[in-house]
């Protein structure tokens, strides 16, 4: 009984043995020729020789790493099937979250966008000065920013000059009105023109001088009144204080209509002309859109900044925009349309873009296309690509990390490659 018990045992060890040396004879014979290793897509310093091993930090399937000049055997290895066609079984590519999208051809439309500062428009802009010696007696207006009327009366000066200039020209209004004979009446003419142009020169209205001439009461205080509904810039005059030729008193801003400066760069020149409508937005205001119209482009460029200047005229009637408000200046232009493909389908690979074509069942072609401009989240395909085709609009990087895609662009490189359709 002891005797077949330790018979068995040593059967059982035996075939044990066998079978462990099978397994380990088994591992090394399924490994191929042109395999030099397996490693994980998402981790490439993982090396293993186990055809059916794990990555041990992610848990992905290990793929194999093909020795120099060898192929892929096998359609669900990669196998040749045309000029650079590489397979990517259905089930890795969910794994690695590839997706797909249709070559369509839509409207191309882009946005040139800026920044500028608001600034008052300078012909609406009214800067008071002393044009006579005097004093200021009294300030209507107390701060900056008070909005003023047309014709609101400013601020008072006295001048001792002034007086002395209305009573010269009340004298020759006189004068005037007293001669007999046509001739005596046109001498003070002269004097009286230059008498009214030397007053018009110190702020003196037209409407005053006409109060003046019907009165023929002069006066040593001078009202300086608005020109425009407008806003108050600024107040360096103070009651009481001496003011000399040429001393500023007060400024006075219209704000319902206002200039935006924007900075564009030298290659985005070209793209305005004057009267084109552009839309202003403001931090102040989100949401609200001002429209503009390009009414200067400066054509000196900035050696520094390679940039230039573009003057934008916008109506403001309620004031909101205010001199010193950044902006956000954008241009739409409508480009008509063309074969579009989504930004992430493109592969850059140095010399050339890339992008690869579904040709069913986990087959993927690379194929080069030519690129016009970006739009938004597009790009423009000028050549490469027809319209419906199906390609890889996401992952690229993951299946970049596929050692069978640089196999696969390296035989699309060695290629003949002419064109869509060369797959």
Aim: with cysteine; net charge negative.
């Amino acid at each position: 009984m002891n005797h077949s018990r330790r018979t068995v045992l040593k059967l059982f060890l035996l075939s044990g043995a066998s079978l462990s040396l099978a397994g380990c004879f088994r591992r090394e014979a399924v490994i191929p020729d042109n395999v030099d290793y397996y490693t994980c897509t998402m981790h490439p310093s993982v090396r293993s020789y186990d055809p059916h091993g794990k990555c041990p930090i992610c848990g992905m399937d290990l793929v194999p790493v093909y020795k120099k000049g060898a192929m892929a055997q096998g359609p669900a290895m990669g196998a040749s099937m045309g000029a650079g066609v590489f397979t990517v079984p259905v089930e890795r590519q969910q794994q690695i979250g590839v997706t797909y999208t249709t070559v369509e051809r839509r409207p191309l439309h882009s946005s040139i966008r800026a920044v500028g500062l608001v600034e008052y428009d300078t012909s609406r802009h009214w800067t008071f000065v002393a044009r006579t010696d005097g004093y200021v007696s009294q300030l209507f207006v107390t701060s900056p920013g008070e909005i003023v009327d047309k014709g609101e009366a400013l601020l008072s000066l006295y001048s001792p000059d002034l007086l002395t200039t209305e009573r010269e020209l009340v004298l020759l209004l006189r004068m005037r009105d007293q001669a007999k004979s046509p001739d005596v009446r046109d001498t003070p003419l002269s004097l009286i023109e230059a008498a009214k142009e030397r007053l018009i020169q110190w702020n003196v209205t037209p409407d005053q001088l006409v109060s003046l001439e019907k009165t023929r009461q002069p006066e040593d205080h001078l009202t300086l009144y608005s020109p425009y509904h407008g806003i108050v810039q600024g107040i360096p005059a103070q009651q009481g204080m001496s003011v000399k030729i040429g001393d500023q008193l007060l400024d006075v801003a219209d704000l319902s209509q206002v200039w935006v400066w924007a900075e564009l760069y030298e290659d985005e020149m070209a793209a305005f002309r004057q009267g084109q409508k552009v839309a202003v937005t403001v931090n102040s205001f989100p949401g609200r859109i001002f429209e503009g119209k390009v009414s200067v482009i400066n054509p000196f460029v900035d050696e520094s900044t390679r940039t230039t200047r573009v003057r934008i005229d916008i109506a403001n009637p309620d004031f909101a925009l205010r001199p010193g408000m950044y902006a956000n200046v954008e241009l739409g232009r409508e480009m008509g349309q063309g074969l579009t493909i989504p930004v992430d389908a493109i592969m850059p690979t140095g010399n050339r873009n890339i992008v690869f074509v579904d040709r069913g069942e986990g087959r993927l072609a690379p194929r080069a296309v030519r690129l016009g401009g970006k739009f938004g989240d597009y790009y423009q395909v000028l050549d490469g690509l027809t319209e419906g085709e199906r390609v890889v609009s996401s992952a690229n990087f993951l299946i970049d990390a596929e050692s069978k895609v640089q196999g696969a662009l390296k035989d699309f490189d060695n290629s003949d490659w002419k064109g869509a359709g060369n797959d």
